[in-house]
């Protein structure tokens, strides 16, 4: 088959085309200058929020799969959930349909649902009820936090940890999260593509450990070789009321938004291992991977 990706460039697009090339599929890649990131995969150039840059490039292609996201706004550089999650799949179903391309495949979020509270949540579920209402033959994954080697998350707390054994908690830290490896989440995009049962499908993507946010602090330290931190704990209250002020600058690690995430936890089932016939990598075992013991 050839896929049209949008969002290959990322981090959960780095492991999808590594998967869609190994498994003989042929990859056009929608990107905004063209670069050696892949040298089997047909770059094209565009802007997913403009329909018009992209459109014809989705001709004579079997699937759609759009990964674009963000998890931070930067609302003077363009960058809002309401372009990168709303406007962007409106094109990108738009374009399947004025192509005669039937397949689609939607990165949602896991947390997705129509009363959510984040800005996030609110318009990841805007873009799936338009994949919903599409007429296409969709499916859409909400994985739940993505880890890997090239990850934002576990990266950054790792790279916390080697400067001092101190990890602040907002709140009780008890919250809790369901990592799945990125490996993961791209090959249930890739087998999608070779089951029709799939169709119409919605799939929550959790990994195999479910952990508290504090557990995870002391499992990244532990395998980086280290003891685990000091984790002084933060009011709630009190960071509700600093945020807001301290997420307007860029260096700021948390935003409103993040840490609402964070409090409705980031949990779930294993029916989508019924579906998909596997069973996810383990969290220690796949950080393990890739965090040095320094």
């Known amino acids: 088959m050839k896929i049209f990706v949008a969002g290959g460039t990322g981090f959960v697009g780095g492991h999808l085309l590594k998967v869609l090339l190994g498994s003989g599929h042929s990859v056009r890649a929608l990107v905004h200058r063209r670069t050696t990131f892949h040298s089997e995969v047909e770059q094209v150039e565009g802007d997913v929020t403009r329909r018009e840059t992209f459109e014809s490039h989705v001709s004579g292609c079997d699937a759609v799969i ?52 984040s800005a996030y949540h609110k318009t990841k579920w805007r ?10 033959e969709w499916t859409v994954f909400r994985p739940s936090m993505i880890f890997g080697p090239q990850d ?32 993961d989440v791209a090959r249930c995009f890739a087998m999608a593509l070779k089951l029709p049962e799939t169709i119409g499908q919605t799939y ?8 508290t946010y504090e557990e995870l602090l002391d499992m990244i330290a532990v395998t980086m070789g280290r003891a685990r931190p000091f984790k002084p704990h ?13 997420q307007k600058i860029p260096q700021f690690p948390i935003t409103m938004d993040q840490l ?12 989508w291992q019924k579906a998909f ?8 075992e796949g950080i393990a991977a890739y965090l040095s013991k320094t």
């Open 234 to 246: 933060l009011p709630l209250g009190v960071m509700k009321m600093a945020i807001p002020l301290l």
């Open 277 to 284: 016939g596997f069973k996810p990598r383990g969290l220690q």
């Open 127 to 136: 873009a799936e009820e338009l994949v919903r209402g599409s007429g296409l």
């Open 152 to 183: 934002g998350f576990i990266n950054m707390l790792a790279a916390q940890l080697r400067l001092a054994p101190l990890m602040p908690v907002i709140g009780s830290g008890s919250y809790r999260l369901q990592p799945i490896h990125g490996d």
């Open 204 to 211: 929550e993507l959790c990994g195999a450990d479910r952990v």
């Open 66 to 117: 759009n990964l674009v996201g963000i998890i931070r706004e930067f609302p003077a550089r363009g960058v809002t959930f309401e372009r990168l999650h709303v406007q962007a799949t409106a094109n990108l179903v738009a374009a399947a349909a004025g192509n005669g391309v039937r397949r689609y495949l939607q990165m949602s979020a896991l947390g997705t649902r129509p009363e959510a509270v």
């Open 260 to 271: 609402q995430m964070l409090l409705e936890e980031s949990i779930g089932g294993d029916e």
